[in-house]
């Protein structure tokens, strides 16, 4: 079981839960112990008429209009109903898992003034699968993903007022979508009537921008793996030069990535019988040669991000928080705000993207028989009759242009709201979006490589005999699942078996 501290959350927590259905244990006392002291805090300065923003006041604009003691619950309630306007499509459960994982372990770090039973209630709708319907578009990035956590926080709570307990949004459980109220019911689980400060503290945060990102920061760093991968049958294939993987000529650049990418893809042709094969080649082209500049580069733009995202997702990030130490306080700022990740998922985006640009050159050289070093044109034994992998490439292609264009920063943009006093924003929701989309595009241009590597291979005398020991093994699992291309057939469920072979991590073993 995965046990929450609210400091100890790790990205490989983080997809285990989302993904792979591991189970969160009880919080431990500690927990407790600081959830009890932030929520007596909480309702002693309600019940002494103290003034904190957003649990006896209104919100935004409305922040000057006071809210009786009595009025609280009504506000929390209010205040989840309120940001339900997110639109489109729904999250993935990954995301919306990830998303109630991440909530949990920020209000269990004790800042949030929450009582124990709604941390708990968020780890058993994790436990017993109950997802909620959250639309993908609606949030600005700040105040936080006030819509999509609002879509989950409705499934949670109950009205106050309301015998039957009110809207209750939408959940899956057990494979149907059904209403909230009655996914939780068949779930054994009861709605909670939300007290003062809940409401925002369940809504308030960057949680949809930190658990999409880290979802993302994993995938793009399976991916990556599969790219050196590809990168190193797609040498082999075009009879690549090894001098340009010298680890002298990395070590004098200065770049760590740089320097390990080399290393591995040297290390992973050692023993084969293409590279160095073609004596009247001088130098490669900047796809092959240049390989360990590129994916080194982007190594290190992962590690940075694997620490922020891990950092964000063992953050305090609604408003306000509370500090219950010695006489205590209720401090308003913007730890919502996604500057951020939006600039961290921005980053992701375009360092992944490159990853898909440099591929797909790589993929249209091994089709060009004036580049591949004595390929047939289109992969293809008998070309004319048959077209080969052509459209492959021209699926390889859509794809880079359409990362071109999911790239363009996110973060550069905000549009004022809320009366202009939240007069700047992050737009990191759209940039997890976009991130997200990008980093699906590159695993299948990864693929494609993968399929044209192949196909080359075995369009070379005896080249899988000449493989190096590892790119053999990748080789043959490969095989294993998309047979060499005779005569045209249809390329989508090949394309499409590979990047489930990425997805499961297949290749790298």
Known sequence: MLVLTGNELTIEGLISVARHDRKVGPLPLEVAERLQASRAWVAQAVASGAVIYGVTTGFGPLATTGIPAHETQRLSRNLVLNCLAGVGDPLPEDIVRAMILVRANSLAKGFSGVRSIIVE????????????????????????????????????????????????????????????????????????????????????????????????????????????????????????????????????????GQVAVAARLLAGMRGSRLIDSAPQKVQDAYSLRCAPQVLGSINDTLAFL????????????????????????????GNFHGAGPAMWLDFLGIAVAEAGSIAERRIFRMLTPELSSGLPSMLVSD??????????????????????????????????????QEDHVSMGANAARHTREIVENVRIIIAIELMCAAQAIDLRPDGPARLGERSRGAYDKIRQVVPYLEHDRELTPAILSLEELICGETLLG
């Open 121 to 256: 209630t968020l780890l058993e709708m994790l436990n017993r699968r109950v997802t909620p319907w959250v639309p993908e578009k609606g949030s600005l990035g700040a105040s936080g993903d006030l819509a999509p956590l609002a879509h989950i926080a409705v499934v949670l709570s109950k009205d106050p007022d309301e015998a039957d307990g009110g809207y209750s949004g939408q959940a899956w459980y057990k494979g149907a979508l059904r209403p909230g109220n009655q996914a939780m019911k068949d779930a054994g689980l009861e709605r909670q009537i939300l007290e003062a400060k809940e409401g925002l503290a369940l809504t308030n945060g960057t949680t949809f921008m930190s658990a999409a990102g880290g979802l993302a920061l994993y995938d793009a760093e399976v991916i990556i793996k599969h790219a050196e991968l590809a990168t190193m049958l797609s040498l082999e294939a075009l009879l690549g030069i090894s001098a340009a993987f010298h680890p002298d000529l990395h070590a004098v650049n200065n770049q760590p």
């Open 306 to 333: 694997h620490d922020r995202f891990s950092a964000a997702i063992n953050a305090a990030s609604d408003n306000p928080l509370i500090f219950p130490e010695g006489q205590g306080q209720a401090l308003s700022g």
């Open 383 to 420: 070309g004319g009759l048959d077209s080969g992998l052509m459209v492959a490439q021209y699926t390889a292609a859509a794809l880079v242009s359409d990362n071109k264009t999911l790239a363009h920063p996110d973060s550069v943009d905000s549009i004022p709201s809320s009366a202009n």
